[in-house]
Protein backbone atom coordinates (compact mmCIF):
# COMPACT_ATOMS: atom_id res chain seq x y z
CA UNK A 1 0.00 0.00 0.00
CA UNK A 2 1.37 3.47 -1.19
CA UNK A 3 1.76 6.18 1.88
CA UNK A 4 0.02 9.50 2.29
CA UNK A 5 2.51 11.13 0.74
CA UNK A 6 2.96 8.97 -2.76
CA UNK A 7 -1.24 9.09 -2.51
CA UNK A 8 -1.47 12.69 -2.71
CA UNK A 9 1.60 13.05 -5.29
CA UNK A 10 -0.17 10.95 -7.75
CA UNK A 11 -3.39 13.18 -7.13
CA UNK A 12 -1.19 15.83 -7.81
CA UNK A 13 0.31 15.05 -10.87
CA UNK A 14 -2.95 13.17 -12.35
CA UNK A 15 -4.84 16.73 -11.37
CA UNK A 16 -3.07 18.57 -14.34
CA UNK A 17 -3.47 15.79 -16.87
CA UNK A 18 -6.03 16.66 -19.45
CA UNK A 19 -9.72 15.27 -19.05
CA UNK A 20 -9.01 15.41 -15.09
CA UNK A 21 -12.00 17.57 -14.69
CA UNK A 22 -14.16 15.17 -16.63
CA UNK A 23 -12.93 12.33 -14.25
CA UNK A 24 -14.17 14.35 -11.36
CA UNK A 25 -17.80 14.90 -12.91
CA UNK A 26 -17.90 11.40 -13.17
CA UNK A 27 -17.02 10.85 -9.65
CA UNK A 28 -19.33 13.09 -8.79
CA UNK A 29 -21.98 11.70 -10.73
CA UNK A 30 -21.32 8.30 -9.45
CA UNK A 31 -20.74 9.29 -5.50
CA UNK A 32 -23.45 12.20 -5.19
CA UNK A 33 -26.12 11.83 -7.60
CA UNK A 34 -28.79 9.80 -6.58
CA UNK A 35 -32.62 9.82 -7.30
CA UNK A 36 -34.29 10.82 -3.92
CA UNK A 37 -36.10 6.85 -3.69
CA UNK A 38 -32.45 5.26 -3.96
CA UNK A 39 -30.96 8.26 -0.98
CA UNK A 40 -31.97 6.09 1.94
CA UNK A 41 -30.49 2.80 0.77
CA UNK A 42 -27.15 3.48 -0.86
CA UNK A 43 -24.48 1.99 0.62
CA UNK A 44 -22.21 5.07 1.66
CA UNK A 45 -19.23 3.04 2.41
CA UNK A 46 -18.31 2.46 -0.91
CA UNK A 47 -19.21 6.38 -2.30
CA UNK A 48 -16.90 8.94 -1.46
CA UNK A 49 -17.91 11.48 0.17
CA UNK A 50 -18.58 15.69 -0.34
CA UNK A 51 -15.29 16.28 1.35
CA UNK A 52 -13.14 14.09 -0.89
CA UNK A 53 -14.97 14.94 -3.74
CA UNK A 54 -14.20 18.64 -2.90
CA UNK A 55 -10.35 18.17 -1.77
CA UNK A 56 -10.13 16.93 -5.70
CA UNK A 57 -11.61 19.77 -7.18
CA UNK A 58 -8.92 21.89 -4.80
CA UNK A 59 -6.02 19.96 -6.44
CA UNK A 60 -7.61 20.36 -10.09
CA UNK A 61 -8.22 24.17 -9.27
CA UNK A 62 -4.38 24.38 -8.29
CA UNK A 63 -2.82 22.19 -11.40
CA UNK A 64 -5.72 23.19 -14.24
CA UNK A 65 -3.32 25.47 -16.17
CA UNK A 66 -0.36 23.10 -15.87
CA UNK A 67 -1.05 20.72 -18.68
CA UNK A 68 2.30 18.52 -17.60
CA UNK A 69 -0.07 14.98 -17.71
CA UNK A 70 -1.29 12.94 -20.55
CA UNK A 71 -4.65 12.18 -21.76
CA UNK A 72 -6.54 10.45 -19.30
CA UNK A 73 -9.24 7.08 -19.81
CA UNK A 74 -12.13 8.91 -18.07
CA UNK A 75 -14.02 5.67 -16.72
CA UNK A 76 -10.50 4.00 -16.18
CA UNK A 77 -9.38 7.00 -14.43
CA UNK A 78 -11.82 7.55 -12.24
CA UNK A 79 -11.74 3.96 -10.90
CA UNK A 80 -8.42 4.65 -10.09
CA UNK A 81 -8.47 8.31 -8.52
CA UNK A 82 -11.48 6.35 -6.15
CA UNK A 83 -8.97 3.54 -4.97
CA UNK A 84 -6.45 6.59 -4.50
CA UNK A 85 -8.71 8.32 -2.23
CA UNK A 86 -9.99 5.08 0.08
CA UNK A 87 -5.92 4.30 -0.03
CA UNK A 88 -6.02 7.81 1.84
CA UNK A 89 -8.45 7.45 4.19
CA UNK A 90 -6.58 3.98 5.34
CA UNK A 91 -3.95 5.93 6.23
CA UNK A 92 -5.28 7.60 8.70
CA UNK A 93 -5.49 4.09 10.65
CA UNK A 94 -1.84 3.97 10.69
CA UNK A 95 -0.63 6.60 12.49
CA UNK A 96 -3.05 5.11 15.40
CA UNK A 97 -1.44 3.06 18.06
CA UNK A 98 -2.30 -0.37 18.46
CA UNK A 99 -5.11 -1.20 20.54
CA UNK A 100 -3.83 -3.12 23.71
CA UNK A 101 -4.55 -2.89 27.60
CA UNK A 102 -0.99 -0.59 27.91
CA UNK A 103 -2.74 1.80 24.90
CA UNK A 104 -5.39 4.22 26.88
CA UNK A 105 -8.77 5.97 25.04
CA UNK A 106 -7.46 9.30 24.97
CA UNK A 107 -4.16 7.93 22.86
CA UNK A 108 -6.00 6.51 20.51
CA UNK A 109 -8.64 8.53 19.70
CA UNK A 110 -8.03 12.10 21.55
CA UNK A 111 -4.45 12.26 18.33
CA UNK A 112 -4.52 14.84 15.72
CA UNK A 113 -4.72 12.26 13.01
CA UNK A 114 -8.03 10.66 14.55
CA UNK A 115 -9.43 13.61 14.93
CA UNK A 116 -8.62 14.75 11.47
CA UNK A 117 -9.99 11.88 10.30
CA UNK A 118 -13.30 12.66 12.03
CA UNK A 119 -13.66 15.72 10.44
CA UNK A 120 -12.79 15.06 7.14
CA UNK A 121 -14.28 11.92 6.69
CA UNK A 122 -17.68 12.98 8.68
CA UNK A 123 -21.26 13.67 6.50
CA UNK A 124 -22.19 16.88 5.20
CA UNK A 125 -24.41 17.86 8.59
CA UNK A 126 -26.65 19.78 6.09
CA UNK A 127 -29.31 18.79 3.24
CA UNK A 128 -28.21 22.17 0.60
CA UNK A 129 -31.46 24.09 1.26
CA UNK A 130 -31.65 23.84 4.86
CA UNK A 131 -28.20 26.53 4.32
CA UNK A 132 -31.56 28.60 2.34
CA UNK A 133 -34.10 27.95 4.76
CA UNK A 134 -31.94 30.11 7.41
CA UNK A 135 -30.45 32.47 4.65
CA UNK A 136 -32.79 35.94 5.58
CA UNK A 137 -32.49 35.12 9.39
CA UNK A 138 -28.73 34.86 9.53
CA UNK A 139 -28.78 38.06 7.50
CA UNK A 140 -31.89 39.58 8.99
CA UNK A 141 -29.86 42.51 9.96
CA UNK A 142 -27.22 42.75 7.99
CA UNK A 143 -28.99 43.41 4.45
CA UNK A 144 -28.50 47.02 4.14
CA UNK A 145 -24.23 46.32 4.15
CA UNK A 146 -25.00 43.57 1.63
CA UNK A 147 -26.42 45.35 -0.59
CA UNK A 148 -24.64 48.69 0.03
CA UNK A 149 -20.87 46.63 -0.37
CA UNK A 150 -21.86 43.65 -2.65
CA UNK A 151 -25.30 44.62 -4.58
CA UNK A 152 -27.07 41.46 -3.37
CA UNK A 153 -29.85 40.80 -1.78
CA UNK A 154 -30.86 37.15 0.26
CA UNK A 155 -33.51 36.62 -1.87
CA UNK A 156 -32.03 36.92 -5.24
CA UNK A 157 -29.47 34.29 -3.74
CA UNK A 158 -32.44 32.08 -2.80
CA UNK A 159 -33.83 32.70 -5.75
CA UNK A 160 -30.76 31.90 -7.90
CA UNK A 161 -29.70 28.61 -6.27
CA UNK A 162 -33.15 27.25 -6.43
CA UNK A 163 -33.05 27.71 -10.42
CA UNK A 164 -29.82 26.39 -10.25
CA UNK A 165 -30.76 22.93 -8.58
CA UNK A 166 -33.78 22.94 -9.81
CA UNK A 167 -32.28 23.17 -13.76
CA UNK A 168 -29.94 20.43 -12.99
CA UNK A 169 -32.64 17.93 -11.52
CA UNK A 170 -34.66 18.89 -14.34
CA UNK A 171 -31.89 17.69 -16.88
CA UNK A 172 -31.49 14.18 -14.99
CA UNK A 173 -35.04 13.74 -14.74
CA UNK A 174 -36.74 14.93 -17.90
CA UNK A 175 -33.51 15.75 -20.64
CA UNK A 176 -32.26 12.07 -20.64
CA UNK A 177 -28.54 13.29 -20.24
CA UNK A 178 -26.08 10.93 -18.78
CA UNK A 179 -24.98 11.94 -15.69
CA UNK A 180 -21.72 12.33 -15.87
CA UNK A 181 -22.22 15.13 -18.79
CA UNK A 182 -20.28 18.14 -18.07
CA UNK A 183 -23.60 19.79 -19.69
CA UNK A 184 -25.43 18.71 -17.09
CA UNK A 185 -23.69 21.18 -14.44
CA UNK A 186 -23.11 23.63 -17.13
CA UNK A 187 -25.62 27.14 -18.11
CA UNK A 188 -25.00 29.25 -21.25
CA UNK A 189 -24.35 32.42 -20.38
CA UNK A 190 -27.11 33.51 -23.33
CA UNK A 191 -29.85 31.64 -20.99
CA UNK A 192 -33.07 33.47 -20.63
CA UNK A 193 -32.94 33.31 -16.72
CA UNK A 194 -29.53 36.06 -16.90
CA UNK A 195 -32.15 38.66 -18.73
CA UNK A 196 -34.99 38.53 -16.46
CA UNK A 197 -33.18 38.67 -13.41
CA UNK A 198 -29.88 40.35 -13.90
CA UNK A 199 -29.08 40.41 -10.46
CA UNK A 200 -28.27 36.31 -10.94
CA UNK A 201 -24.98 37.13 -12.72
CA UNK A 202 -23.80 39.27 -9.55
CA UNK A 203 -24.10 36.12 -7.39
CA UNK A 204 -22.83 34.22 -9.38
CA UNK A 205 -19.70 37.37 -9.96
CA UNK A 206 -18.92 36.36 -6.23
CA UNK A 207 -18.65 32.75 -6.21
CA UNK A 208 -17.26 31.99 -9.62
CA UNK A 209 -13.11 31.23 -10.12
CA UNK A 210 -12.01 32.94 -13.62
CA UNK A 211 -10.01 31.29 -16.52
CA UNK A 212 -7.28 33.53 -15.91
CA UNK A 213 -7.37 33.51 -11.69
CA UNK A 214 -4.48 31.68 -10.23
CA UNK A 215 -5.97 29.65 -7.32
CA UNK A 216 -5.05 26.90 -4.36
CA UNK A 217 -1.08 27.48 -5.16
CA UNK A 218 -0.53 26.09 -1.80
CA UNK A 219 -3.06 23.68 -1.55
CA UNK A 220 -1.33 20.66 -1.05
CA UNK A 221 -2.95 18.21 1.77
CA UNK A 222 -6.04 17.37 3.45
CA UNK A 223 -6.96 20.91 5.80
CA UNK A 224 -5.42 23.42 3.77
CA UNK A 225 -7.55 26.09 2.64
CA UNK A 226 -9.39 24.94 -0.93
CA UNK A 227 -10.57 28.24 -2.62
CA UNK A 228 -12.77 25.70 -4.27
CA UNK A 229 -14.99 25.48 -1.64
CA UNK A 230 -15.39 29.28 -1.49
CA UNK A 231 -15.65 29.88 -4.98
CA UNK A 232 -17.51 26.74 -6.64
CA UNK A 233 -18.93 27.74 -9.91
CA UNK A 234 -16.38 28.27 -12.81
CA UNK A 235 -17.16 31.08 -15.53
CA UNK A 236 -15.67 29.22 -18.48
CA UNK A 237 -16.04 31.35 -21.67
CA UNK A 238 -19.59 31.40 -22.77
CA UNK A 239 -20.92 29.27 -20.08
CA UNK A 240 -20.99 28.88 -16.10
CA UNK A 241 -19.97 25.55 -14.83
CA UNK A 242 -21.04 24.62 -11.65
CA UNK A 243 -19.89 20.76 -10.88
CA UNK A 244 -20.99 20.69 -7.12
CA UNK A 245 -24.13 22.55 -6.16
CA UNK A 246 -24.04 21.57 -2.72
CA UNK A 247 -21.08 23.46 -2.49
CA UNK A 248 -22.56 26.88 -3.71
CA UNK A 249 -25.43 26.80 -0.94
CA UNK A 250 -22.65 26.36 1.53
CA UNK A 251 -21.11 28.79 0.00
CA UNK A 252 -23.96 31.52 -0.30
CA UNK A 253 -24.58 30.88 3.15
CA UNK A 254 -21.26 30.96 4.72
CA UNK A 255 -19.22 33.48 2.99
CA UNK A 256 -21.20 36.80 4.22
CA UNK A 257 -20.19 36.66 7.58
CA UNK A 258 -16.37 36.55 6.46
CA UNK A 259 -16.51 39.17 4.02
CA UNK A 260 -17.97 41.58 6.86
CA UNK A 261 -15.47 40.63 9.24
CA UNK A 262 -13.21 42.06 6.59
CA UNK A 263 -14.84 45.46 6.87
CA UNK A 264 -12.76 46.39 10.24
CA UNK A 265 -15.45 49.12 10.36
CA UNK A 266 -18.45 46.80 10.44
CA UNK A 267 -17.08 43.70 12.20
CA UNK A 268 -18.15 44.04 15.94
CA UNK A 269 -21.79 45.29 14.72
CA UNK A 270 -21.36 41.87 12.27
CA UNK A 271 -20.74 39.22 15.21
CA UNK A 272 -23.48 41.03 17.27
CA UNK A 273 -25.98 40.32 14.58
CA UNK A 274 -24.70 36.87 14.54
CA UNK A 275 -25.72 36.33 18.40
CA UNK A 276 -28.63 38.12 18.24
CA UNK A 277 -30.24 36.26 15.05
CA UNK A 278 -28.83 32.87 16.09
CA UNK A 279 -30.71 33.11 19.43
CA UNK A 280 -33.71 34.06 17.36
CA UNK A 281 -33.38 31.61 14.92
CA UNK A 282 -33.96 29.09 17.95
CA UNK A 283 -36.52 30.75 19.17
CA UNK A 284 -38.58 30.94 16.44
CA UNK A 285 -37.89 27.15 15.81
CA UNK A 286 -38.97 26.31 19.25
CA UNK A 287 -42.44 27.84 18.74
CA UNK A 288 -42.90 25.54 16.38
CA UNK A 289 -43.87 22.77 18.66
CA UNK A 290 -44.01 24.59 22.55
CA UNK A 291 -46.43 27.96 22.96
CA UNK A 292 -44.56 31.30 22.97
CA UNK A 293 -45.06 32.14 26.05
CA UNK A 294 -43.72 28.50 27.31
CA UNK A 295 -40.51 30.38 25.53
CA UNK A 296 -38.21 32.31 27.42
CA UNK A 297 -34.94 34.26 26.12
CA UNK A 298 -32.27 35.68 27.56
CA UNK A 299 -32.71 35.22 31.33
CA UNK A 300 -30.79 36.19 34.22
CA UNK A 301 -30.12 33.26 37.03
CA UNK A 302 -28.95 35.42 40.17
CA UNK A 303 -27.65 33.99 43.02
CA UNK A 304 -28.50 37.36 44.75
CA UNK A 305 -29.51 40.81 43.69
CA UNK A 306 -26.17 41.49 42.90
CA UNK A 307 -24.60 38.09 42.04
CA UNK A 308 -25.52 36.94 38.66
CA UNK A 309 -24.44 32.94 38.09
CA UNK A 310 -24.76 33.04 34.11
CA UNK A 311 -26.96 33.77 31.59
CA UNK A 312 -29.56 31.56 29.69
CA UNK A 313 -29.63 32.43 25.71
CA UNK A 314 -33.25 30.31 25.75
CA UNK A 315 -34.75 27.85 27.94
CA UNK A 316 -38.55 26.08 27.80
CA UNK A 317 -40.78 25.29 31.09
CA UNK A 318 -43.04 22.24 30.60
CA UNK A 319 -44.58 19.96 33.00
CA UNK A 320 -42.16 21.34 35.65
CA UNK A 321 -38.94 20.41 33.29
CA UNK A 322 -36.48 23.47 32.10
CA UNK A 323 -35.17 22.32 29.01
CA UNK A 324 -31.84 25.32 28.57
CA UNK A 325 -30.43 25.98 25.37
CA UNK A 326 -27.23 27.45 24.88
CA UNK A 327 -26.58 28.68 21.74
CA UNK A 328 -22.65 28.74 19.72
CA UNK A 329 -21.99 30.81 16.22
CA UNK A 330 -19.00 28.41 16.03
CA UNK A 331 -17.42 26.16 13.27
CA UNK A 332 -14.65 24.62 13.00
CA UNK A 333 -11.45 26.65 11.80
CA UNK A 334 -8.82 25.68 9.32
CA UNK A 335 -6.34 25.20 11.78
CA UNK A 336 -8.50 22.36 13.49
CA UNK A 337 -9.01 20.96 9.49
CA UNK A 338 -5.01 20.67 8.99
CA UNK A 339 -5.60 18.26 12.57
CA UNK A 340 -3.82 20.99 15.07
CA UNK A 341 -4.77 19.20 18.40
CA UNK A 342 -5.12 21.76 20.68
CA UNK A 343 -7.12 24.22 18.07
CA UNK A 344 -9.28 21.27 18.01
CA UNK A 345 -9.91 21.27 21.22
CA UNK A 346 -10.34 24.96 21.41
CA UNK A 347 -13.39 25.02 18.71
CA UNK A 348 -14.82 22.37 20.52
CA UNK A 349 -14.42 23.89 23.85
CA UNK A 350 -15.94 27.51 22.61
CA UNK A 351 -18.75 25.16 20.68
CA UNK A 352 -20.22 22.81 23.18
CA UNK A 353 -17.61 22.48 26.48
CA UNK A 354 -18.04 26.01 27.64
CA UNK A 355 -21.87 26.14 27.66
CA UNK A 356 -21.74 22.89 29.21
CA UNK A 357 -19.61 24.07 32.50
CA UNK A 358 -21.91 26.82 32.24
CA UNK A 359 -25.39 25.10 32.85
CA UNK A 360 -23.43 22.74 35.27
CA UNK A 361 -22.83 25.52 37.78
CA UNK A 362 -26.47 26.40 37.80
CA UNK A 363 -27.87 23.22 38.16
CA UNK A 364 -27.81 22.52 42.13
CA UNK A 365 -29.03 26.44 42.79
CA UNK A 366 -31.72 26.19 41.05
CA UNK A 367 -32.96 22.67 42.06
CA UNK A 368 -32.50 23.43 45.42
CA UNK A 369 -34.40 26.95 45.02
CA UNK A 370 -31.11 29.17 45.62
CA UNK A 371 -31.34 31.37 42.84
CA UNK A 372 -33.81 33.65 40.98
CA UNK A 373 -34.45 33.41 37.55
CA UNK A 374 -35.06 37.07 36.49
CA UNK A 375 -35.25 38.84 33.11
CA UNK A 376 -32.89 42.18 32.15
CA UNK A 377 -35.08 44.44 34.39
CA UNK A 378 -34.95 42.16 37.32
CA UNK A 379 -38.09 41.16 36.78
CA UNK A 380 -38.85 37.24 38.00
CA UNK A 381 -39.94 35.07 34.94
CA UNK A 382 -39.60 31.41 35.73
CA UNK A 383 -39.82 30.18 39.81
CA UNK A 384 -36.87 28.27 40.59
CA UNK A 385 -39.16 26.37 43.37
CA UNK A 386 -41.67 24.97 40.43
CA UNK A 387 -38.44 23.04 38.38
CA UNK A 388 -37.65 19.47 39.23
CA UNK A 389 -35.91 18.64 36.44
CA UNK A 390 -33.08 20.37 33.78
CA UNK A 391 -32.06 19.22 30.77
CA UNK A 392 -29.74 21.18 28.29
CA UNK A 393 -28.70 21.30 25.11
CA UNK A 394 -26.16 23.36 23.08
CA UNK A 395 -27.02 24.67 19.67
CA UNK A 396 -24.64 25.64 16.78
CA UNK A 397 -25.56 28.07 14.17
CA UNK A 398 -23.24 26.63 11.68
CA UNK A 399 -22.27 23.52 10.37
CA UNK A 400 -20.31 20.87 12.16
CA UNK A 401 -20.61 17.73 11.01
CA UNK A 402 -18.34 15.25 13.77
CA UNK A 403 -20.05 17.51 16.48
CA UNK A 404 -21.68 14.38 18.50
CA UNK A 405 -18.73 12.63 17.93
CA UNK A 406 -16.32 14.97 19.16
CA UNK A 407 -18.82 15.32 22.24
CA UNK A 408 -18.58 11.58 22.54
CA UNK A 409 -14.65 11.27 22.36
CA UNK A 410 -14.26 14.74 24.53
CA UNK A 411 -16.48 13.82 27.61
CA UNK A 412 -15.98 9.54 26.89
CA UNK A 413 -14.10 9.46 30.64
CA UNK A 414 -16.94 12.06 32.64
CA UNK A 415 -20.42 11.02 33.79
CA UNK A 416 -22.56 12.28 31.25
CA UNK A 417 -21.91 13.43 27.45
CA UNK A 418 -23.41 16.58 26.86
CA UNK A 419 -26.36 17.16 23.90
CA UNK A 420 -24.97 19.15 21.26
CA UNK A 421 -26.29 19.85 17.99
CA UNK A 422 -26.42 22.02 14.90
CA UNK A 423 -29.38 24.42 13.95
CA UNK A 424 -30.09 21.63 11.12
CA UNK A 425 -30.05 18.58 13.04
CA UNK A 426 -32.00 20.81 15.26
CA UNK A 427 -34.54 21.57 13.00
CA UNK A 428 -35.11 18.33 11.79
CA UNK A 429 -35.75 17.17 15.24
CA UNK A 430 -38.44 19.44 15.84
CA UNK A 431 -40.42 18.18 12.41
CA UNK A 432 -40.37 14.93 13.98
CA UNK A 433 -40.71 15.60 17.64
CA UNK A 434 -43.99 17.67 17.00
CA UNK A 435 -45.41 17.88 20.57
CA UNK A 436 -44.23 19.35 23.56
CA UNK A 437 -43.98 15.58 25.18
CA UNK A 438 -42.75 14.08 22.98
CA UNK A 439 -39.72 16.40 22.48
CA UNK A 440 -39.39 16.49 25.95
CA UNK A 441 -39.45 12.31 25.62
CA UNK A 442 -36.24 12.56 23.66
CA UNK A 443 -34.41 14.58 25.41
CA UNK A 444 -35.06 12.71 28.72
CA UNK A 445 -33.83 9.44 27.04
CA UNK A 446 -31.22 10.85 25.24
CA UNK A 447 -29.45 12.56 28.18
CA UNK A 448 -29.81 9.01 29.84
CA UNK A 449 -28.77 6.72 27.24
CA UNK A 450 -25.17 9.35 26.48
CA UNK A 451 -23.15 6.49 27.72
CA UNK A 452 -24.94 3.89 26.49
CA UNK A 453 -26.03 4.37 22.92
CA UNK A 454 -23.40 5.79 20.67
CA UNK A 455 -24.12 6.63 17.15
CA UNK A 456 -22.10 9.05 15.09
CA UNK A 457 -25.18 11.24 14.05
CA UNK A 458 -28.35 12.88 15.91
CA UNK A 459 -30.63 11.72 12.89
CA UNK A 460 -29.51 7.90 13.81
CA UNK A 461 -30.46 8.82 17.66
CA UNK A 462 -33.95 10.33 15.75
CA UNK A 463 -34.52 7.26 13.85
CA UNK A 464 -33.71 4.87 16.96
CA UNK A 465 -35.91 6.96 19.11
CA UNK A 466 -38.78 6.80 16.43
CA UNK A 467 -38.68 2.99 15.55
CA UNK A 468 -37.25 1.71 19.08
CA UNK A 469 -38.07 4.47 21.92
CA UNK A 470 -34.50 4.56 22.53
CA UNK A 471 -34.82 0.97 24.51
CA UNK A 472 -31.68 -0.73 24.83
CA UNK A 473 -31.50 -4.78 23.84
CA UNK A 474 -32.69 -7.05 26.06
CA UNK A 475 -29.24 -8.35 27.81
CA UNK A 476 -27.46 -5.62 26.34
CA UNK A 477 -24.28 -3.00 27.95
CA UNK A 478 -23.83 -0.77 24.88
CA UNK A 479 -25.49 -0.41 21.79
CA UNK A 480 -23.70 0.89 18.62
CA UNK A 481 -26.13 2.96 15.81
CA UNK A 482 -25.14 2.35 12.27
CA UNK A 483 -24.98 5.43 10.45
CA UNK A 484 -27.95 4.04 7.83
CA UNK A 485 -30.23 4.81 10.68
CA UNK A 486 -30.13 8.47 9.91
CA UNK A 487 -30.58 7.85 5.88
CA UNK A 488 -34.12 7.31 6.66
CA UNK A 489 -34.26 11.60 6.61
CA UNK A 490 -31.95 11.43 3.19
CA UNK A 491 -35.33 10.42 1.77
CA UNK A 492 -38.35 11.30 4.13
CA UNK A 493 -37.14 14.73 5.51
CA UNK A 494 -34.99 16.21 2.10
CA UNK A 495 -38.07 14.76 -0.07
CA UNK A 496 -40.47 17.44 1.63
CA UNK A 497 -37.51 19.89 1.83
CA UNK A 498 -36.77 19.34 -2.64
CA UNK A 499 -40.52 19.70 -3.43
CA UNK A 500 -41.26 23.35 -1.16
CA UNK A 501 -38.20 24.75 -3.20
CA UNK A 502 -38.95 23.21 -6.44
CA UNK A 503 -42.30 24.67 -6.97
CA UNK A 504 -40.72 28.04 -6.94
CA UNK A 505 -38.59 26.96 -10.12
CA UNK A 506 -42.34 27.10 -12.69
CA UNK A 507 -42.47 30.75 -11.31
CA UNK A 508 -39.04 31.72 -12.25
CA UNK A 509 -38.74 30.46 -15.79
CA UNK A 510 -42.15 31.70 -16.42
CA UNK A 511 -43.24 33.34 -19.74
CA UNK A 512 -40.64 32.36 -21.86
CA UNK A 513 -40.03 34.01 -25.33
CA UNK A 514 -39.50 31.00 -27.89
CA UNK A 515 -36.64 32.81 -29.45
CA UNK A 516 -34.92 32.96 -26.30
CA UNK A 517 -31.80 31.08 -24.95
CA UNK A 518 -33.85 27.90 -22.76
CA UNK A 519 -34.16 28.11 -19.53
CA UNK A 520 -31.77 24.64 -19.55
CA UNK A 521 -29.07 26.81 -20.29
CA UNK A 522 -28.05 24.57 -22.93
CA UNK A 523 -27.34 27.72 -25.12
CA UNK A 524 -30.18 26.71 -27.95
CA UNK A 525 -32.93 28.91 -28.55
CA UNK A 526 -36.05 27.49 -26.25
CA UNK A 527 -38.09 26.67 -29.27
CA UNK A 528 -35.14 24.20 -30.29
CA UNK A 529 -34.96 22.99 -27.05
CA UNK A 530 -36.99 22.20 -24.26
CA UNK A 531 -40.35 23.84 -26.29
CA UNK A 532 -39.35 21.01 -28.62
CA UNK A 533 -39.02 18.15 -27.05
CA UNK A 534 -42.98 19.06 -24.66
CA UNK A 535 -41.76 21.55 -22.00
CA UNK A 536 -44.15 23.91 -21.76
CA UNK A 537 -43.48 27.74 -20.30
CA UNK A 538 -45.93 28.81 -17.78
Known amino acids: ?199 FLKVIDLFSIKDNDVLNTEFNDIGDLNVFLLKPIIDSGNKFIFPFPYLVAESIFESPFYWMLDDTGYKSKALKNRGTCAEEIVKKELWKVFPPERVYNNVFVMANKATRLTDIDICVFYEETLIIFQVKSKKLTQLSKKGNLEQIKLDFSQAVEDSFNQINKIYDPIIKNKCNLVDEQGKEVLKAESIKEIYSICIVLDNYPPLLIHSRIFYQDKDATPIAMTIFDFQILLKYLHTPALFLEYIQKRTVNSKTIYTDTELSYLKYFMTHGFEMPEDSDLLMLDGDFGQYFDKHYYMQLLSRYSRRFPDLIGNIGRNEGCFCGSGIKFKKCCAYIGFEAQ
Request: charged letters at 25%; glycine letters at 4%.
Open 1 to 199: MKNREQILAEINTLSASKGFFNVLIRLTAINLNSFVDTLATRDWRKLLNQNEIAFLFGFWLKNRNANFGGILDIPQTANYVHELMDELHLSFMKKLPEPSENVSYKEIFITSSSLQETIFYSGTGAYDYQYMDYLESKYSYDKEWLKSKKDVDIQTCIDFFTFLKSVVNYKLNFKGLPADSIEIYSIDKNCCLFKKYPA
